[in-house]
């Protein structure tokens, strides 16, 4: 096995002290700009590792942020991503990525990793089952910051980064109400996710005003699995009088949905509109193409890490509270699927 190189040796190499050495690695301004390219550059020859993890108990920061996710094959949450690493490399930071794959147990893994690799701040999007959140403590008592996003905790001291999803789910529903659907079925995830229990919400509250009976067996609840589209529309038809409208929170299983309905000889919009959730690529390329919520995954992004970090430079210490929690603008977006009077401008 090949001899680790020092500090030491690069000197013998350079003819300058250890001490130049170190400082010069260090970017101090005490040695000249000259003295410190040579020495990066015999650094680099010899295959010097410098050693972040005693630089980083110095200074008491790693310039790594922690990201926890329900899932990373979600287009919603890769592009909450892309926006993260925009503004995080741009401010000197990098990214720790874990996913919990929807498990609270996974979750609490992953945290306590996090906390143990000395990340500077955390931003989490909760599992599907997380209702507690006593694992998050630790980063309390050492003052690291926690930001959630999109999925946040109910009932509680954290800040986050969301959208109205009242307003939301208010709106997909009001808007198949005005193209005359009277039998709406809404299929959302858990119950217990702020999401979808907000997006519920909404569908109850644009019922309740537009004189529509609420009616719990048009809910259905999923893991939102891309073969679940079949079992919804067996749910839709197994009801004695088809529903006229369907709103999921979610455009890949709303697309499956419309090409299901279709194989079994139902037409889309003229027999049951279709809305969706998150404005995917999918939504434009269905057939009709689906109307959907634009959900501004990369910007949310953006604004959380600009918050966390934000923080994270400020002098005053003060711990995230949920009076910082910010909450973006979504989009309705009406497309051919749901113009069931087609008197409304298509997207």
């Keep these: 096995m090949s001899k680790e190189v020092t500090i030491y040796d690069i000197a013998e190499s350079a003819g300058v002290s250890s001490t130049t050495v170190s400082r010069a ?72 990525i874990s996913q919990s794959f929807e498990s609270f147990e996974k979750e609490k893994a992953n945290v306590k990793t996090m906390y143990n690799s000395r990340v500077d701040g955390l931003l989490v999007s909760l599992a599907a089952n997380s209702t507690t959140y006593d694992h998050f403590k630790p980063f309390l008592e050492k003052n690291i910051p926690v930001l959630f996003f999109d999925r946040i905790p109910l009932n509680t001291q954290f800040a986050g ?30 119950g217990q996710v702020n999401v979808y229990l907000d997006r519920l919400k909404g569908y109850r509250y644009a019922l309740i005003d537009q004189g529509l009976e609420y009616l719990p067996e048009l809910v259905l609840h999923t893991d939102f699995t891309e073969e679940n589209f079949e079992s919804i529309v067996d749910f839709i038809l197994q009801h004695d009088e088809i529903p006229d409208g369907l709103f999921v929170s979610n455009d890949i299983i709303a697309a499956g949905c419309i090409s299901e309905l279709k194989e079994r000889g139902l037409r889309v919009p003229e027999d049951i509109a279709v809305m969706g959730f998150n404005n995917d690529v999918i939504s434009r390329l269905i057939e009709p193409k689906l109307s959907t919520t634009n959900y501004p995954g990369f910007e949310m992004g953006e604004l959380a890490m600009r918050n966390l970090i934000n ?10 509270q949920n009076t910082d929690t910010i909450t973006l603008r979504s989009e309705l977006i009406i497309r051919k699927s749901t113009l069931k009077s087609q008197q409304t401008l298509v997207q």
Excluded: W
């Design 25 to 96: 690695l260090n970017d101090h301004p005490a040695v000249n700009d000259k003295t410190k390219k040579r020495i990066y550059d015999i650094a680099s020859e010899m295959g010097y590792r410098f050693n972040v993890f005693a630089s980083n108990l110095r200074s008491k920061k790693t310039n790594n942020i922690g990201v926890i996710v329900p899932r990373l094959n979600s287009n919603f949450q890769s592009s909450v991503l892309a926006g993260m690493e925009k503004v995080a490399s741009h401010s000197g930071y990098n990214l720790i």
């Design 161 to 190: 980064v969301m959208i109205d999803n009242v307003q939301a789910g208010y709106n997909a529903t009001a808007h198949l109400i005005k193209e005359g659907c009277k039998r709406i079925v809404h299929v959302l995830g858990n």
């Design 311 to 320: 923080h994270l430079n400020s002098s005053d210490g003060a711990v995230l």
